[in-house]
């Protein structure tokens, strides 16, 4: 090839030179791995490439090294980056749109290795170069000749080499280009990066040997049989030790089976042989149809209990290790997640391999997104354009051939957020040709006429349940309004998981559960699509858009997901494995017994242990074993309480049953005793006085005291008991969320920070001041510079003993046509008390709209462990239903009361810090306890992408007071 001759890079051809696509197979033919340090050298373009760098005898000593697989750009970050950056965009390309035409500046990766034929490589037969994965474009050469081009960045492409190797050392030489035809196709809401990304290896062919497999393996529901037919090269034999099967390729045989579900992932081994190879096939048998409107596997219903999974390492970008699928599956099992939609692209096919192992419902999608198009009103969209047809389908074979023996698959999706046309419906008929035995999704089409289940994003709650009603709005073509409301619906991205929250989840489960026709759906997504990198004194952080000086850029959209960059659960996964447990439990105190509900749409609870305990306050008084039958899918039982529970004495304190599910042994994700579901319900409580007031405010010098508590002349506290203290007063703020910055409709806080608002910046000034026989009375009007509306606040103070209390009445002023971020109060302490212990709801984070996880009882903390860390900072860390909370340390302990809960939060930060933080190396903890003691919050939603707060989650101003005591000890 001259240099010249770069014509593949915009053609809108899938590639050249490319063998048939077919399944990923294990196989004993001989193989190479090619994988390791290859010779590299970057281009600025097809105009800075390097002439005959393809021939043997080129010298590339003084090129650099680089691994494959590996994505170049993502090359030392925190150093010079020699092969340029990530860069980040959701929607628009990052080039000028004339498809199918890209930049000259396209940055161009050479790669070069040599490697030796093993001297016992077969000499019959075939020998084939094996791509898993190239971004975006890509030309391969073995020893000087040209073998062929490609395309489909997630997708494999295969080259026969056969005619060109040579015993001994041979060299292969790729030239790979960032942007090409194919970049219009892959706008998939993720960072832009390039390179041979997945593993490269030379494969043997043998003559009369297996080139492909398709294993259907269908169960029968009501015999329990399940049929076995092979299609592969004639003459090959088909066993399966465990059951007694030994055929020919194309018989069906049919015997008793395990059925393979998500719940139970039951393998069989398999060997499909010739003389020449043996190709070992794990099969699971199942039967996926669309029938009665429904979405059945096994001839039942299932429930998606899904997240949107992007490939995506904080390192090492789109290059994963088995290791982290692993990881990704365990962490998603662990949370009850029991679906994968694989977005935007087919994964690793690895990853496909542990989802038929691990148990995980998938969906799995083309590598084909072009939603830059919508800001063009959709011109000259692929979808629609016959000169993309042969590319739509390429993309569409080389993922059903590559996948069509996964069990877990059980639906293949067309793509993303391409809007439509006979592309996508050329795909679609070809996948029902190919595949008859998977259903097809698409979302960009809401006629859905040629899939089999209708899909959409962030439909809210109102709309999901006209849906589940069969009564939505009516399709855009009359002909196939029938048609699409008696299929099944999906939600195949909601509650976007961009900082705190999602929101809401609790309301769309309900109706997942309520409409057989709502078979639940996708959360979006999985990951934080942090880039790790670290401050010059080694601390870590993770970048987001514009990090890297991108001159186009979506900021943190990209930081949108159930885990942190780090794989670690975000407060957002904990809460959704509380709302999709897959075991309902309720403890009902007036009947005394405990309701267990399977959820389950195969498998039994006799994979459970039960456990109770009942704590005081907190603090244990009694555990043991529940006997619960093994309880079938979708069957309840009643359980009397234990008679140890019924023979305790009175509480002492609150009393707090908790029952929970846990795993009875070791699973291969998780270990025996890891708990899957519970519920708790109080049982009693000690009678506890009201708060009163006993002693006579005094004026003191400047000031005011109160027993052991001084106020300044303002009637601001200042102390108590000997310790230094900074209000508390009056507050409406918060740093605010992704979901209060960002919004379809609307976004909150552009209006909290309004001049006519200011909620960011409100002053407080004093009224009056009233000393009464039992109360320090302080009235206060709240509001902000330049703003008419504000907030009355008066401070009641009153001293009961050791134990001062505070009521504030809180009464809005002028017209308030927005929720509130918050309204409590906040003050300040030494950060020598930064030990922290509460009784209320915890252990994590909570808010309005996302407390069904949080479970009463006594936790433990630090400051700094009670902050949550966004990667994207804002408001954080609050616990919910906070009876009482104490901060220790220095020597002393202050304690706060609820009459009777609050929220509760410490950080090292004040609110406005927070705010001004734009990555957590921007927190530098100063010389305070910053503390909010909260009667609400306004609830998260998932605004950011999606519908925001429900109503009644909503903090709206109005009258309202709430008490508060402090207590300080030595």
């Known amino acids: 090839m001259s240099r010249t001759d770069f014509t593949y890079v915009e053609s809108v051809s899938p590639g050249s030179g490319r063998r048939d696509p077919r399944a990923a197979m294990a196989s004993d033919a001989a193989a190479l791995s090619l994988d390791g340090e290859w010779r590299f050298n970057l281009a600025a373009g097809l105009h800075d490439t390097t002439e005959g760098f393809e021939n043997p005898g080129f010298d590339t000593e003084s090129w650099a090294t680089l691994a494959v697989p590996s994505m170049w750009q993502m090359h030392d970050l925190d150093g010079d980056a020699p092969y340029g950056k990530p860069q980040y965009t959701n929607t628009y390309y990052p080039f000028p749109v004339d498809p199918p035409r890209v930049p000259d500046a396209n940055p161009t990766g050479e790669y070069r290795r040599t490697f030796t034929l093993p001297a016992d490589w077969p000499a019959t037969g075939r020998t084939v170069l094996r791509f898993e994965g190239v971004d975006s474009a890509f030309a391969v050469w ?24 040579s015993a001994g050392e041979n060299t292969v030489a790729v030239r790979v280009h960032q942007w090409s035809a194919a970049s219009y196709l892959e706008d998939q809401d993720m960072w832009w990066l390039s390179g041979i990304f997945r593993p490269v290896a030379l494969v043997h062919r043998p003559e009369n ?15 329990g049989l399940g049929s076995l037919r092979v299609e592969t090269a004639a003459g090959a034999r088909v066993t399966v030790p465990e059951l007694g099967i030994d055929v020919a390729a194309g018989e069906t045989a049919s015997v008793p089976v395990e059925p393979w579900t998500a719940e139970t992932p039951r393998l069989y081994d398999a060997v499909v042989a010739t003389a020449t190879e043996r190709v070992n096939l794990r099969i699971g048998f199942r039967t996926v149809t669309i029938e009665d409107g429904l979405l059945k596997v096994n001839g039942r219903r299932i429930l998606l209990r899904g997240v949107n999974r992007h490939e995506w390492d904080p390192d090492t970008g789109r290059t994963l290790s088995v290791e982290t699928m692993r990881r990704d599956l365990e962490i998603m099992k662990r949370h009850n997640v029991n679906a994968v939609r694989t977005s935007h692209y087919p994964p690793d096919r690895r990853f496909l391999d542990l989802c038929d192992e691990i148990g995980v419902w998938v969906i799995d999608e083309c590598d084909l997104e072009t939603h830059g198009f919508v800001h063009h009103e959709w011109r000259q969209n692929p979808s629609g354009e016959p000169m993309w047809r042969d590319a739509y389908l390429d993309r569409m074979a080389r993922m059903v051939e590559r996948d069509k023996n996964h069990a877990s698959v059980i639906i293949w999706s067309l793509g993303n957020e391409s809007h439509t046309g006979d592309n996508l419906a050329a795909m679609s008929q070809w996948a029902k040709q190919r595949d008859p ?9 809401w006629d859905s006429g040629y899939v089999d289940m209708y899909s959409r994003m962030y439909a809210d709650t109102a709309e999901t349940d006209l849906i589940g009603q069969q009564a939505e709005g009516r399709t855009k073509d009359p002909a196939l309004d029938e048609h699409r409301r008696n299929i099944p619906f999906v939600l195949c991205e909601y509650a976007h998981a961009m900082g705190n929250g999602p929101g809401g989840l609790t309301e769309y489960q309900r109706l997942f559960e309520q409409y057989e026709r709502c078979q639940g759906g996708f959360i979006w997504e999985w990951i934080d699509h942090g880039v790790c990198r670290r401050t010059e004194d080694g601390r870590e952080w993770f970048a987001y858009g514009g990090d890297f000086d991108e001159p186009l850029h979506d900021g943190n959209f990209v930081i949108d997901g159930l885990v942190f960059p780090n794989r670690e659960p975000s407060p957002g996964l904990v809460e959704f494995k509380k709302v999709i447990e897959p075991v309902r439990i309720t403890v009902q105190p007036g009947s005394r017994a405990i309701g267990v509900t399977n959820l389950r749409d195969f ?6 242990a039960f456990t109770w305990a009942v704590e005081d306050e907190g603090q244990s008084v009694a555990e043991g074993e529940l006997e619960v039958r093994g309880i079938a899918a979708g069957e309840s039982a009643v359980i009397a309480f234990p008679a140890a529970v019924a023979a305790l004495a009175r509480p002492d304190g609150e009393r707090w049953l908790t029952v929970r599910a846990v795993l009875a042994k070791d699973e291969p994700w998780a270990e025996a005793g890891h708990e899957i579901a519970w519920g708790q319900a109080r049982l009693g409580t000690a009678s506890t006085p009201a708060p009163s007031g006993d002693t006579a405010p005094v004026a003191e010098g400047d000031g005011y005291r109160l027993g052991n508590a001084a106020f300044d002349a303002l009637g601001r506290l200042t102390a108590i008991g000997g310790l230094e203290i900074e209000g508390p007063r009056l507050d409406l703020w918060r740093a605010p969320v992704d979901n209060d910055l960002l919004g379809w409709a609307s976004q909150l806080a552009p209006k909290w920070k309004d001049r006519n608002a200011g909620l960011d910046r409100l002053e407080h000034k004093v009224l009056g001041i009233e000393s009464t026989a039992d109360c320090l009375t302080v009235s206060t009007r709240v509001g902000a510079g330049g703003a008419e509306i504000a907030m009355g606040a008066v401070y009641r103070w009153r001293l009961d003993g050791a134990r001062l209390w505070l009521t504030v009445e809180v009464n809005p002023e002028g017209e308030w046509d927005f929720p509130l971020p918050r309204l409590g109060v906040r003050a300040s302490v030494p950060k020598a008390l930064d030990q922290v212990e509460w009784f209320g709801g915890g252990p994590g984070e909570a808010y309005a709209d996302t407390r069904a996880a949080a479970r009463v009882g006594r936790f433990q903390s630090t400051v700094a462990g009670m902050q949550t860390p966004y990667v994207f900072p804002q408001e954080n860390g609050s616990r919910i239903d906070v009876r009482w909370a104490s901060l220790t340390g220095g020597g002393k302990s202050l304690k706060v009361f609820g009459a009777p809960e609050f929220a509760f939060t410490a950080r090292p930060w004040t609110s406005e810090q927070l705010e001004a933080a734009n990555h957590t190396y ?10 909010n003691l909260d009667a609400g919050l306004q609830g998260m939603g998932s605004a ?4 925001g707060v429900l109503p009644q989650h909503r903090l709206l101003p109005e009258a309202t007071a709430f008490t508060l005591g402090f207590e300080v000890t030595e």
């Open 142 to 165: 073995v020893n000087g000749v040209l073998l062929g081009d490609g395309k489909g960045s997630r997708l494999p492409t295969e080259f026969d080499a056969t005619e060109h190797l």
């Open 209 to 223: 040997g297996i080139e492909d497999v398709f294993a259907h393996a269908d169960y029968d529901h009501a015999t």
């Open 437 to 445: 035995g998977r259903p097809i999704h698409y979302e960009g089409d």
């Open 603 to 608: 498998a039994d609870t006799g994979d459970l």
């Open 922 to 931: 921007d927190l530098v903890a100063g010389d305070r306890v910053h503390l």
């Open 944 to 947: 950011a992408c999606g519908p």
